[in-house]
């Protein structure tokens, strides 16, 4: 090895060493807060880590909310928050242009920015909006920036959405389109706290003081953590379980009869990308200097799950998204 190249992975030890420290107190102090989710907090901090947005599913009053405004207090990001319904409009996320008249009657448009233009944004309810509002989040999704009357805004960094759904209304709600649905990094399903949580989460929560987040992460330290989770090192054989994983989804590639007979469409390139930069930053988070084989069988479902799509027979044989990614991920 030259001394360029043992220099550089010094470096990139050092720095990890570091930023691992600071994520484990920035979990501790999230938990604080957020009780008997620890989880979906782990979820959330490796989606963020890898430059991603996130979908939380799950029933209201299970914290979801709570945990988005505790991130971003934890780390130290700008958030803004819309609240989807039916007569959402794109321009009232991304923004929309006005006419100022100035005193010597002259008129010129000037360009007011929406909620959109935030470090965390988080879209509750998502499923609510109309698809034509919900597509106006996916530029700025995918390019962190925006185009108003053929003019482009960059928005600030880092950029991130957390969406929130609710798995069982639907009265009044749209289907994410599958483009937009793929532009998450992961879907992350929100479940009942247990009891010896759900109690602790009844004295801390109605008592007469209540836990305040503590800023433990600045967002330029984010930036910079997302730019390490690129250059941690990732073996040949995590490479080759993401690729085996992601392509046996697909049912024109796949050799897995219940994928062949129940799956309309599977995970694109997209998946293999959001499960690799995971697994890295997974790593970082348990202090681990690289990714492992388990990482990519713990983080499977909720990278692919919303990436997939059964098909009418796959009700009938009580098949789920959930164990069609079991069976695949038990061979590797």
């Known amino acids: 090895m030259s001394l360029n190249k043992a220099a550089k992975s010094l470096d990139i030890s050092s720095q990890m060493e570091e930023y691992s420290a600071k994520i484990l107190t920035a979990k501790q102090e999230i938990s604080k807060i957020v009780l008997g989710q620890d989880k979906v907090i782990d979820r959330s901090l490796i989606t963020l880590l890898s430059s991603g947005h996130l979908l939380l599913i799950g029933l209201p009053g ?7 405004d505790t991130i971003s207090k934890v780390i130290d990001l700008k958030t803004k928050r819309i609240q989807c319904t039916p007569d959402l409009m794109p321009s009232d996320i991304i923004g929309s242009e006005t006419i100022d008249i100035a005193k010597d009657g002259s008129r010129s ?13 988080m879209a509750d309810e998502i499923n609510r909006a109309s698809p034509r509002t919900q597509s106006a989040l996916l530029q700025a999704m995918q390019e962190q920036q925006v185009t108003i009357s053929g003019v482009q805004y960059d928005l600030p960094k880092p950029f991130h959405v957390m969406a ?3 798995p069982l209304e639907q009265e009044g709600t749209y289907p994410l389109p599958e483009a937009q649905l793929d532009r998450f990094l992961m879907q992350v399903e929100v479940t009942y706290p247990s009891e010896i949580n759900e109690r602790q989460m009844m004295l801390q929560t109605t008592g ?5 987040a503590v800023k433990i992460i600045e967002h330029k330290d984010l930036i910079a953590i997302q730019k390490l989770i690129r250059s941690i090192p990732i073996g040949d054989n995590v490479v080759d379980a993401i690729l085996k994983l992601v392509r046996s989804a697909r049912p024109d590639q796949s050799e897995f009869k219940n994928v062949t007979e129940f799956v309309n469409w599977g995970p694109g390139p997209r998946a293999s990308q959001a499960l690799m930069l995971a697994c890295r930053a997974k790593a970082l988070i348990e202090g681990r200097y690289a990714p492992s084989i388990d990482d990519v069988l713990e983080l499977a479902s909720p990278v692919l799950r919303h990436r997939m799509s059964l098909n009418f027979a796959a009700r009938g044989e009580n098949i789920t998204i959930d164990s069609i990614i079991e069976e695949i991920s038990a061979s590797i």
Do not use: D, W, Y
């Open 164 to 166: 929130t759904q609710n």
């Open 109 to 121: 448009f000037r360009f007011i920015e929406g909620p959109v233009f935030c470090q965390l944004l």
């Open 62 to 68: 299970l914290g979801k909310t709570l945990l988005v």
């Open 208 to 212: 007469a003081s209540q836990e305040k």
